[in-house]
């Protein structure tokens, strides 16, 4: 009645079976795996091709990409020429021709220190963080606005196009991390008057729409400062963009703070740390680390945004080429116009995206 | 060291008088009266929500108590921010659940404190951690992030961690809880080489193994009282109160 099992010849690791490959075999898998599924499929091939063909026919085939002027355009595709002969507004508004290359310096001092900073293999990130942060914005500015150093000045009304809405997103994303993540630690705070000012901000600018805020700093701020004091218009809406992202952004990275165990803050804590290193060192990193999705997606729709600042008279790039579209030599373009404004959007945006993907790979530690 | 071991004959390493708490009307420290003398290895039993692990993380201000007073080598605890991260150097702590602090290796998480708290350079700091990590058998390990670890691992490196600190007195809130059956046995060992050194310990534990060979006196407590308070030989063998009784009939009857 013995109810022993012994077993004591080792059985040998064996690798593990090949799954099957080859093209008929993926698509008697995945597509046509039964009758309903191979009907979907077959539905969802079709809709494909039935929208994408005219599309392609008109984006691509039919389009006519050389020339100067809209009597290029006659095969009844898209009119690209539109695009092309306006490409440098587009791009740099009403900047004097004569002195673009130093908006085309500042966009490649740009791309270089964003590269040094993304890309992994690149050394001394300390420095490149001094740099882009500190040192950076200082040269953008005299660089864009001149003024000095022999530079003639070129005040901001006539900045339009891509580089603007590059500086408005550009500086709203800076500035807005860091107020956002203050706010955030403010909301959490035991002190009850900084907790209320937090408070109160971000529920003030999370409770009114862009519109308004951009409107406001337009039109109102004026009244309330001196008149000697006169403000750049984009100035006043680089500061309601970012105060009203900032607030949106302090909403993200509460979210972390709160996902972060208690356990590791007592640990710091327990090791004598103070309160800023605890956040410094400790919860922040992992907390910012896990709201790396929403943080980009805070970074996305203030990207997104900027294009808002149309309604008070700023040409950022969707406002210059709807400026265009009203050229009565280019009358009736406006879909070329519009695919383009997305086009150059989605590449920007889709861009942060799949840095913000990659990121979370290279940070993931395995807990 | 030296200045630290001539003061260490005369005053107690931990003294508390008086000392009650409340978790909202929650009535959850009673008169705790305890000292615990510099070299002493105290071990405190209990049944759950006794508020033994309250009581330890009192020490070091984790938790804040209402009522009495607590000095810690010689400090008193007050609200003061400064002084409690005072005494916080000189209190190391490993917990139930480690905390190790998952984004840093396991070398960046014992050589942080030194370098930021205690102002270490960093090769110093990094060399200390080593020692500590290699003390606790698991230098090999220096490199890998605490997710990669084992239970009993990662609980190895907590205990290394609070080591670098230098500190006077080790708090241990339930350090094998967590772990799988298989891995007690080597964070449990690493704590009886840390008593035959000599350092101070409180721990919360239900190892009575651990207890009846380390311990110099084992407390019990229920319901936020010092019920019963003896040498482990004494304690295990001859208890006094009913509710001691019970409670050892409960974990060591099966």
């Keep these: 009645m013995s109810k022993l099992t012994l077993n004591t010849t080792p059985v040998d690791a064996r690798p593990a079976p090949k799954r099957s490959i080859g093209a008929i075999a993926w698509l008697r898998a995945n597509l046509f795996q039964g009758p309903i599924n191979s009907v979907l499929s077959l539905l969802a091939i079709w809709a494909l091709i039935a929208g994408l063909t005219p599309l392609i026919q008109w984006a691509i085939i039919d389009a006519d990409w050389i020339g100067t002027s809209r009597e290029a355009c006659s095969s009844g595709g898209a009119c690209w020429v539109f695009i092309s002969a306006r490409f440098e507004q587009f791009i740099y508004g009403f900047y004097p021709s004569e002195l673009r290359w130093r908006v085309n310096l500042t966009f490649v001092l740009f791309a270089v220190m964003i590269a040094w900073l993304a890309l992994p293999r690149l050394p001394a990130k300390k420095l490149a963080a001094v740099l882009t942060l500190v040192i950076f914005p200082i040269v953008a500015f005299y660089l864009l606005h001149g003024g000095s150093f022999g530079m003639p000045a070129v005040p901001t009304h006539r900045w339009g196009g891509l580089m603007l809405t590059l500086v408005l997103a550009v500086v709203g994303i800076v500035a807005a991390l860091p107020i956002g993540v203050v706010l955030a630690l403010g909301r959490q705070s035991k002190m009850p008057i900084v907790k209320s000012i937090s408070v109160v901000f971000i529920e003030f600018w999370r409770g009114v729409p862009l519109i308004t805020v951009l409107f406001m700093a337009s039109v109102m701020l004026p009244l309330f400062v001196p008149t000697e004091v006169d403000m750049d218009k984009l100035v006043r809406a680089l500061i309601g963009i970012t105060l009203f992202q900032s607030a949106y952004m302090a909403e993200v990275v509460r979210g972390g703070l709160q996902a972060i165990p208690k356990g590791q803050e007592e640990a710091a804590a327990a090791l004598g740390m103070g309160y800023w290193k605890r956040m410094g060192l400790i919860v922040l990193p992992q907390a910012l680390k896990m709201m790396i999705p929403g943080i980009v997606n805070t970074f996305i729709a203030l990207f997104k945004d900027t294009s808002l600042v149309l309604i008070i008279g700023l040409f950022d790039l969707l406002a210059i080429v709807q400026a265009a579209l009203a050229d009565a030599d280019w009358l009736g373009y406006s879909i070329e116009g519009y695919v383009f404004v997305a086009f150059v959007f989605w590449i920007f945006c889709f861009g942060m995206s799949r840095y913000s993907q990659y990121l979370e790979r290279k940070l993931h530690t395995g807990h | ?254």
């Excluded at chain 2, 033994?52 to 009192?58: A, D, E, G, M």
């Excluded at chain 2, 102002?119 to 090999?140: F, G, S, W």
């Excluded at chain 2, 964070?187 to 534990?205: I, K, N, P, R, Y």
Aim: aromatic letters at 6%; hydrophobic letters at 40%.
């Design chain 2, 1 to 254: 060291m030296t200045s630290q071991t001539a003061k260490a004959d005369d005053t107690p390493m931990i003294e508390m008088r008086g000392l009650n708490k409340w978790y909202g009307d929650f009535h959850v420290l009673r008169d705790i009266d305890l000292t615990v003398q510099r070299g002493e290895r105290i071990v405190i039993c209990g049944p759950s929500g006794s508020g033994k692990s309250t009581l330890i993380r009192c020490i070091n201000h984790l938790e804040e108590h209402q009522q009495g007073e607590i000095v810690v080598g010689g400090i008193p605890m007050t609200q003061d921010v400064k002084r409690i991260e005072q005494i916080r150097h000189h209190v190391g702590m490993v917990f139930q659940h480690f905390n190790l602090f998952p984004h840093l290796s396991v070398l960046e998480n014992c050589s942080l404190a030194p370098i930021w708290v205690q102002k270490k350079p960093r090769r110093e700091a990094e060399a200390l951690a080593m020692q500590y990590l290699e003390r606790v058998r698991i230098a090999e390990q220096a490199h890998k992030f605490p997710g990669q670890l084992s239970g009993g691992q990662q609980q190895r490196v907590a205990i290394a961690r609070s080591l670098c600190m230098h500190p006077e007195v080790m708090l241990f809130d339930e350090p094998t809880s967590a772990l799988d059956p298989e891995m007690i046995k080597e964070v449990l060992d690493v704590m009886v080489e840390l008593a035959e050194e000599g350092m101070t310990m409180l721990c919360v534990t239900h190892e009575m193994g651990f207890a009846k060979t380390v311990a110099d006196r084992v407390i019990f407590m229920d319901q936020g009282q010092i019920i019963e308070e003896n040498a482990p030989e004494p304690f295990f063998n001859d208890p006094q109160s009913e509710r001691t009784k019970l409670f050892l009939s409960q974990i060591l009857g099966h």
